[in-house]
Nanobody, 124 residues
Framework: QVQLVESGGGLVQAGGSLRLSCTASGRGFSNHNMGWFRQAPGKEREVVAGIFWLRGTTQYAESVKGRFTISRDYAKKTVYLQMDSLKPEDTAVYYC?????????????????WGQGTQVTVSS
């Protein structure tokens, strides 16, 4: 089993920044690729960014390219999402995810592990 614990959400004004963190633990974690999904009210959960654990290759949703940066600390089994130039439409619950495939699956049922989610609210 793998446990994913997120932190770093909160309330920020438009144009501001936040950094999310997610740390993996458990014997089941074996170089799983990691990333972030988000779900806004009334919308489906979508992939925001992912990182190929061994090589550091990244993927981003078009809507966040140039504003968000995903990175990882291999030794700490932690993935980060630096979110800059935040917009009100970035408001959502952000979920950390871990999966053996890359890019991360768009079919949510195929994702191996999920975090509990952290709320990000961007005010206008």
């Amino acid at each position: 089993q793998v446990q994913l614990v997120e932190s770093g959400g909160g309330l920020v004004q438009a144009g501001g920044s936040l950094r999310l963190s997610c740390t993996a633990s458990g014997r089941g974690f074996s170089n799983h690729n990691m990333g972030w999904f988000r779900q806004a009210p009334g919308k489906e959960r979508e992939v925001v960014a992912g990182i190929f654990w061994l090589r550091g290759t990244t993927q981003y949703a078009e809507s966040v390219k140039g504003r968000f940066t995903i990175s990882r600390d291999y030794a700490k089994k932690t993935v980060y999402l630096q979110m800059d130039s935040l917009k009100p439409e970035d408001t959502a619950v952000y979920y950390c995810a871990a999966d053996r495939t890359f890019p991360l699956p768009t079919d949510l049922a195929l994702v191996d592990y999920w975090g509990q989610g952290t709320q990000v609210t961007v005010s206008s």
